[in-house]
């Protein structure tokens, strides 16, 4: 198959990013599996390079087309501009700087340009302005690159999947987003990504309660019996394997997370937090359910740590692993399923019992 070109973006200067993606390819064997180029400034870079003495090289270009294979890429994307560096403190220009750089990749991967994105940590308060009003990168690539589809945020790590029903919302607002439609979307969406993405057949799905303990049948909330049960129940029977609500308390601690491809949880902490404390090194963030793929390491700008040379890559490079995992599994799934058969059946009532041919879609045949 073709080398996946990889589109990365340098995220809040003052943070870790060009650390982790400069260490990420210090390793030569990474250019044997992509073809990478970070959409940012050779001028940041050369100085965050010289912070921790990095060995990392890269070539300079104007345009992805012009891309080197088997070594890094700098799209620069501010000409000879001056942009001034401060580590571990957030600021304006810095934000401004992580918006021009993600703008431009988002646009390249809408043309086409490349077939990924991976996206080093912005710092989600000083990038916003008059063209950036969203809560994160997810909110903002569905916008600019979903075609209308709606992002499903998924936390991955080998075969931990943890998948959010509200994403970045303000934690007095969790329960009226709790909603049969809400769920029928995330659920259906969550199971054609595990199908597609990660090539998994029939794929069980574990759904989390929104109140402690289920809500002790409407003694502490009545979501669970009102909307989360019969909306499990309602897709179960239409042929998703999803299963619960299971109280979220013990769900992680006890195992149960293991007999499950991936678990949706109703808001960010309560998906976040176990899965942090069990692959907080190693941990993807996913922008699901989108056209594009788009990935991030689990972890933020760490201005505690930047500039200092001690900030663990690993995340960084799972990102770009599972993001070309899921390209190619795309590709894979969508050949597989180009030209579906149709389905043959005998009509029950047709005491003939003649063989009945039915035309149907391809969704019908998944």
């Not at 940012?40 to 294979?69: L, Q, W």
């Not at 000083?126 to 569905?142: A, K, L, V």
């Not at 997370?257 to 678990?263: E, G, L, N, R």
């Not at 190693?282 to 793929?293: E, I, W």
């Amino acid at each position: 198959m073709k080398k996946i070109k990889v589109g990365i973006t340098h995220g809040d200067i003052n943070g870790v990013g060009y650390e982790v993606i400069l260490k990420t390819f210090e390793n030569p064997e990474m250019f044997e599996l992509c073809t990478p180029l970070v959409y940012g400034s050779p001028k940041i870079a050369t100085y965050h390079r010289k912070s921790f003495d990095s060995p990392t090289n890269f070539y300079v270009k104007d345009s992805a087309s012009k891309a080197e294979d088997g070594a890094l890429t700098i799209i620069n994307c501010f000409g000879e501009e001056e942009v001034k560096i401060e580590f571990g403190k957030a600021t304006a220009e810095g934000g401004k700087a992580a918006l021009v750089a993600l703008e431009r990749a988002v646009a390249d991967l809408k043309d086409g340009l490349i077939d990924v994105l991976v996206t080093a940590p912005i710092n989600k308060h000083n990038i916003q302005n008059d063209t950036f009003h969203f809560p994160g990168h997810t909110e903002y690539i569905e916008e600019k690159a979903g075609n209308g589809q709606k992002a499903l945020m998924m936390l991955v790590n080998g075969p931990l999947r943890v998948a959010l029903l509200t994403t970045h919302v303000p934690l007095s607002k969790v329960a009226e987003a709790v909603t049969k439609e809400n769920l029928t979307e995330k659920i259906t969406t969550l199971d054609l990504t595990l199908r597609r993405d990660f090539m998994i057949d029939n794929p069980r799905i574990a759904v989390l309660s929104l109140n402690p303990h289920c809500g002790d049948h409407g003694v502490i909330g009545t979501e669970e019996e009102e909307i989360i049960t019969p909306t499990i129940n309602e897709l179960f029977k239409q042929g998703i394997r999803c299963m619960g609500p299971y109280a979220a308390d013990g769900f992680f601690g006890s195992g149960n997370y293991t007999h499950y491809d991936a678990i949706l949880a109703m808001y960010h902490d309560q998906g976040l937090a176990p899965f942090k404390t069990l692959a907080m090194d190693s941990g993807v963030n996913y922008t699901a359910g989108l056209p594009v793929v788009r990935t991030s390491p689990d972890h933020g700008v760490a201005y505690d740590i930047a500039g200092k040379g001690e900030a663990n890559e690993t995340s960084f490079r799972q990102a770009i692993y599972t993001a070309i995992d899921i390209v190619r599994n795309r590709m894979k799934y969508d050949e597989a399923h180009k030209h579906p058969l149709q389905k043959q059946y005998y009509e029950k009532r047709d005491d003939s019992d003649k063989l009945k041919l039915d035309q149907v879609t391809e969704e019908d045949t998944l």
